[in-house]
């Protein structure tokens, strides 16, 4: 069989992957879901057209986008995660003995399904008793949230189809409410080199809302241009003032103490981009 | 026009550029070699089907593969550069002052002569006056010299076709007689997702020869996986006793003095490929 899988980026660029087998199509009620085994990269999720998460890879992007607010906190117990469905980055935060809950609130049950199905790696933590699963609209749900969580974690897919309000004010707002007063907020934020836009607009955003906000990079091979970049908003702490025996104790494959130093350290055109 | 060039990475994957125009195609002595114009990367050289570089990106590669060892060492004066005929490494070298001379050594004319026809931001290097091309094979030419050079660099394409012995004991081991007695050998190692193989071999060859050998990475979109590595190899100074003074002196686009330190912590599954 030669059947490939074509990922447009941009109206320039795309990514091939030659497919071993196609698991599963559907259209859901929000989006166009796929499970497809690639030859490279093992099984991988696909959302209208745009890899999600590879057997591979996800480690990189699920451990990045969870660690480094997990140990910039002190002492997490309450974590919300929006979108983020795979259950790969509750699996990280329920790393930490201390997390009591954490909360997932996923818009798409046919993700959740998929993920059951095909995915028993990630599908694990559904188990998890401290794991708590609402299908619902992360929007709507953190409106009625107020002084809750310790951690937000905003795991959504590009910023086109569902998830468009989760770059919006009005959702980072409602996440200011729903934390608690020394709570943090963490989301992915897109490509430095084909989403400058982005960065920008969440960055001042989120500037006008929180008492620090940073940006930090990880190099995913899955997605476009391979570097990626994640933004925490904290309303108390700063990950340079953290303790690092935390980010010791978790057992990870890419994240360690160091990468949590290093990975804020950004290259001249991401500062250029952020006007540092 | 939709023509699309596509680059074969492994197998499995597979880089997809649209083409905006076709500039020049030529099958070398040594290698095929076309420049064509890219709808967002700008203008491209590419050999046997990979990608060197391009206008948009080119700065990450060739500052990081050069400005790393240039630091490092205190006062380097003349550095040899193996391949590397596109300019761009030695564009970077040229920025120290402390630079006599930049030797050159590129095994194919055609390389150097369609820079110079189509790369006018890379070819000016070729006039500065402490520029020294040779067009000659790399291999040969190191074999006779001897404690001559402060810096050699190593821009190599792929190991395959006329690069591959430059990925071998005999090169670096004739590498390690043309440095001068503190002298630093910098090679580009390939990608920690698809060559984990190459770079535990020159790693564990650069280790039986030299006293610091050291890797690191840049995220380099254009590049399979994005993730790159390069091995350092110093017979004196360690990046980690590098005063920064040199390097905020420069004037870069990727590279700062707080890469230059970070850029060493590697993930997890990098330090285990290393078995560090």
Sequence with gaps: MSIWFIEDETPGYKLQWKVNRILYQKQTKYQYLEV??????????????????????????????SHIP???????????????GDGGAAREVLKYKE????????????????????????AGVFDDRRFKLIVDDGIEFVKSKQDEYDIIIVDSSDP????????EYPFYNDCLKALKQDGILNIQSESPFFNQDIIQKVTKILKGLFKHVDTYLACIPTYPSGLW????ASKEYRYSDAGLERANAVDTRYFTPDIFRSCFTLPKFVKDILCE
Tied chains: 1, 2.
């Design 36 to 65: 497809i085994e690639l030859e490279d990269f093992g099984r991988c999720l696909i959302l209208d057209g745009a890899i999600q998460i590879t057997e591979k890879d996800e480690f990189i992007y699920n451990e990045m986008i």
């Design 99 to 122: 997390v009591e809950e954490v909360q997932l609130i996923e818009i798409d049950e046919e993700v959740i399904n998929a993920i059951r199905e095909f995915f028993p790696q990630l």
């Design 70 to 84: 997990m140990v910039t906190h002190p002492n997490p117990r309450k974590v919300l995660i929006i979108g983020g």
């Design 229 to 232: 970049s994640f933004t925490m």
């Design 160 to 167: 086109v189809g569902p998830a468009v309000n989760l770059f």
